[in-house]
């Protein structure tokens, strides 16, 4: 529990919290994407790769520019914890943080994920999702967060006074990046950044501002989709949390498989092309 405020309110108290908002990021001049388009063409797709990854388990998997990339839950509900990388570059990798003040707390429809600096540029647009229809619930609540970080041994260890737990969401990724690499676990481990916390349900409590969890509304034949505007490594690990309805970072929570499918459309869309690199000069006044 936090420490009550020891600090008299001051009198214009009320004054100050009355003053409205503002948006740190107006994205009026934000480039939209045209989903149409994208839409145009995932009528006429191939599939060239499909990846059932394991409970409490992570995986990797590629996804060429100009694919769609498809995430469904096949078994039960479930939540799963996801990085990207530039399958060229793997030191552009997703960038939770700015995705977050560009587009909010949660992602969906017509979202764009944003690459890390000094690339900073579209890695995919989300092009469907099933899940669309659930918005904000009444305790603030809704699905593909980029809130979170993802579970962790470490904060597990703290949490827990010592308790080692080798399955969380970042050792999971972790096992399955090194392993793709060919890295040794202590390296491939700085690799390992804020995930999309796909089907997973979450908000802040009103009183106290705390991240929560609750149980994810995804249900068998639900799906994520994105395509890639750049050449992708994906890594995601199944959370160990199931669909995080009573804990994550656990042995004994109800978890099931997802499965990852990439599709190659037939045709590109209209006047689609690779996203470019961040046209920012890098001088930074000098």
């Known amino acids: ?15 100050r919290k ?15 994407p045209d989903l149409a388009r994208y839409r145009a063409v995932r009528d006429d797709v191939t599939l060239v790769e499909r990846l059932v990854i394991p409970p409490r388990e992570a995986g990797t998997w590629t996804v060429p520019a100009g694919h769609f990339c498809r995430i469904l839950c096949i078994e039960g509900p479930q939540v799963a914890d996801l990085n990207l990388f530039n399958l060229n570059n793997l030191e552009e990798r997703f960038y939770s943080g700015k995705t977050r003040a560009l587009n909010g707390t949660h992602v969906g429809l017509g979202d764009q994920l944003f690459s890390s600096f000094p690339h900073m540029r579209p890695m995919a647009t989300i092009t469907h999702d099933t899940l669309d229809w659930y918005g904000f619930d009444d305790f603030g609540g809704a699905v593909h967060d980029v809130i979170g970080t993802r579970c962790d041994p470490y904060t597990h260890n703290l949490l827990s006074h010592g308790g080692q737990y080798h399955h969380c969401c970042h050792s999971n990724l972790t096992r399955a990046f090194a392993a793709h690499t060919g890295k040794p676990l202590a390296e491939a481990e700085r690799y390992i950044h804020d995930v999309l916390n796909v089907f997973m349900c979450t908000g802040f409590t009103r009183d106290t501002g705390q991240y929560f969890m609750k149980a994810s509304p995804v249900r068998v034949g639900d799906y994520l989709e994105f395509f890639a505007e750049i050449d992708l490594l994906g890594c995601m690990s199944v959370c160990p949390g199931g669909d995080c309805s009573s804990e994550h970072s656990s042995d004994v929570a109800a978890c099931h498989p997802l499965a990852v499918e990439v599709w190659r459309p037939a045709a590109l869309p209209e006047g689609w092309a690779p996203a470019p690199e961040n046209g920012y000069d890098r001088s930074h006044g000098l």
């Open 1 to 15: 529990m936090k420490p009550a405020p020891i600090t008299a309110a001051p009198l214009d108290a009320a004054a």
């Open 18 to 32: 009355a003053i409205a908002p503002l948006v740190c990021y107006p994205v009026e001049t934000l480039p939209r």
